[in-house]
């Protein structure tokens, strides 16, 4: 498996470096930098930091993801349900964690708040065309593939 080399400035004492559950592990869990517990009202979103800021090399970018446990166990998920961190980005990663239940929640302090996935991208460079070639599927939207 190739890995990628990632600078990671800590930007407090207290913040965590992303780890992996396990050796296969395609995200590696970011941590909640935050002295106190924060509570996450019903319906709330809140943003919450890491206390961490990459160096994401040219060509890849940062997806953040939810991590499951946190998302069927206490109902917490990113907002924007995958955030982006460009590689041009210095600042710190922040998760805004949306709170999906009726209930108030808590994030506790280093609790694991959401999964961070380094991918390769490619740039595209858009051409205006006047048609686009067929195919079998054509212009079926949402749930028309497999109908007959």
């Known amino acids: 498996m190739k890995t990628e080399i990632i600078n990671i400035k ?11 559950g ?17 509570t996450i009202k019903a319906h709330e979103t809140v943003l919450v930091k890491t206390g961490l800021a990459l160096e994401i090399p040219i060509g890849f970018a940062g997806l953040i993801y939810a991590r499951s446990g946190l998302a069927s166990k206490k109902g917490l998920a990113p907002a924007n349900k995958v955030g982006v961190i460009d590689a041009d980005y210095r600042g710190e990663i922040m998760v805004a964690l949306h709170n999906h239940t009726n209930e108030d929640k808590i994030i506790e302090p280093q609790e694991r708040i959401a999964q ?22 054509g212009e079926g939207g949402f749930g028309s593939t497999g109908q007959k």
């Open 22 to 38: 396990t050796e296969y592990s395609a995200g590696a869990d970011l941590y909640a930098d935050i002295k106190e517990n924060i």
């Open 116 to 137: 961070l996935v380094i991918t390769p991208f490619l740039k595209a460079d858009f051409k205006e065309v006047d048609n686009l070639s067929t195919t079998i599927r």
């Open 10 to 20: 800590k930007l407090s004492e207290s913040a965590i470096i992303p780890t992996y």
